[in-house]
């Protein structure tokens, strides 16, 4: 397991699975051509890049470098680094056919290979070790405040998503996620008083 400081966006949720398995960073995946129009996780994009910078890591066809494109016009340049995957042809796994260009996407790339396109990109690759800033919300914090498992987790979670400006579309997984980004456990029990 790889610790990065920035957040990792993706393309979609296979390429977020299997980055899972051995980045410990923040994924977000756009998508696809969803986050053209989607203005919540534009801005979730956005207030990322400025509080830890972000990774982009597309596909290598010419689909992924529109997204990149995209990302690239939307947040600040120093915010912001380009991780390129090398084209190899070939074909997902999951998929009965090759791509229309035929190179195999970040979901279709093995470890060794996405962690050598990392380090290319000058992303700083932290020890596991290293020690966090702040305590870190958990699952069994998100039940205890209510956020999950309980009568009313979603509304709570909804009003809380809304308060601090993210899409509200967000699982309580990916919101946990996502608050950890930002936040301590200290400052969400501040926000929560508010609401």
Request: charged letters at 35%; hydrophobic letters at 40%.
């Amino acid at each position: 397991m790889i610790k990065l400081n920035e957040a990792v966006i993706v393309e979609g949720r296979y390429d977020k699975i299997l980055l899972r398995g051995f980045i410990d960073a923040p994924i977000i995946e756009t998508g696809g051509f969803r986050v053209f129009k989607d203005k919540e996780k534009q801005k979730l994009i956005r207030k990322l890049s400025e509080t830890r910078g972000i990774i982009i890591m597309t596909d290598s066809d010419s689909a992924g470098f529109v997204i990149r494109n995209f990302l690239r016009g939307i947040v600040p340049a120093g915010k912001i680094k380009h991780c390129y995957i090398p084209q190899i042809r070939g074909k997902e796994k999951r998929k009965a056919e090759v791509s229309k260009e035929g190179y195999l996407g970040v979901e279709g790339l093995d470890e060794k290979t996405i962690i050598e396109a990392l380090e290319r990109s000058g992303v700083n690759i932290c020890s596991k070790s290293a020690e966090t800033e702040f305590e870190e919300i958990t699952k069994a914090d998100f039940y205890e405040l209510g956020l999950s498992g309980k009568e009313n987790s979603a509304k709570l979670r909804e009003k809380l998503l809304k308060k601090l400006g993210m899409p509200t579309y967000l699982s309580a997984n990916a919101f946990l996620a996502v608050l950890n980004c930002f936040y301590s456990k200290k400052d969400l029990l501040d926000i929560l008083r508010e609401i």
